[in-house]
T-cell receptor, first 111, second 114 residues
Framework: QQQVKQSPQSLIVQKGGIPIINCAYE??????FPWYQQFPGKGPALLIA?????SEKKEGRFTISFNKSAKQFSLHIMDSQPGDSATYFC??????????FGQGTILTVHP | DTEVTQTPKHLVMGMTNKKSLKCEQH?????MYWYKQKAKKPPELMFV???????INESVPSRFSPECPNSSLLNLHLHALQPEDSALYLC?????????????FGSGTQLSVL
């Protein structure tokens, strides 16, 4: 029940493409869904986060879509750039719980 | 200053050595965390300090010993480690304890145990 399943494991797109990373969860007590971006040799950095009372949140080129009934959420990167090449982790948590990470997606954006 | 600073960046130690990892933040955050990350895996929580007191220990072996000397500093003391403990050790902080707080991660210490 604590798992967050993330797919795909890796993703390759051309510059300007729209990579989509999907996550699914089981625990209905989760009420906070962040996405972290990690570059090689660096720690993860919070990219964008959503709460279950909204179905979509956009920050710049990054959009989270949230489907509460399906217990799924996804990250879309518009107009992807080579600088977006990184590992992306979805995560889920509840107010006083432990952040549960997905397994990660390695994104490569070719020039 | 929105940084979490970790030292050293790289550490190689033998199984009989004693070493310490250091973490510092000056954002006034009251929660600090140690995570362990293996290659191509997500970070795994090890310890949480809330208001300088240990609040969560994720059943970490006693060869890892955390310490929070003050609200800005977090140490991880290492002793008699095993080769399987080789990993990236990440420190993080958040303004307050709580699952919905934004985590600020440091760049980590890449540890190799020989």
């Amino acid at each position: 029940q604590q798992q967050v399943k993330q797919s795909p494991q890796s993703l390759i797109v051309q510059k300007g493409g729209i990579p989509i990373i999907n996550c699914a969860y089981e625990n209905t007590a989760f009420d906070y869904f962040p996405w972290y971006q990690q570059f090689p040799g660096k720690g993860p950095a919070l990219l964008i986060a959503i709460r279950p009372d909204v179905s979509e949140k956009k920050e710049g080129r990054f959009t989270i879509s949230f489907n509460k009934s399906a217990k799924q959420f996804s990250l879309h990167i518009m107009d992807s750039q080579p600088g977006d090449s990184a590992t992306y982790f979805c995560a889920a948590n509840r107010s006083y719980g432990k952040l549960t990470f997905g397994q990660g997606t390695i994104l490569t954006v070719h020039p | 200053d929105t940084e979490v600073t970790q030292t050293p960046k790289h550490l190689v130690m033998g199984m009989t050595n004693k070493k310490s990892l250091k973490c510092e933040q000056h954002m006034g955050h009251r929660a600090m965390y140690w995570y362990k990350q293996k290659a191509k895996k997500p970070p795994e929580l090890m310890f949480v300090y809330s208001y300088e007191k240990l609040s969560i220990n994720e059943s970490v072996p006693s060869r890892f010993s955390p310490e929070c000397p003050n609200s800005s500093l977090l140490n991880l003391h290492l002793h008699a480690l095993q080769p399987e403990d080789s990993a990236l050790y990440l420190c993080a902080s958040s303004q307050l304890p709580g699952g919905t707080e934004k985590l600020f991660f440091g760049s980590g210490t890449q540890l190799s145990v020989l």
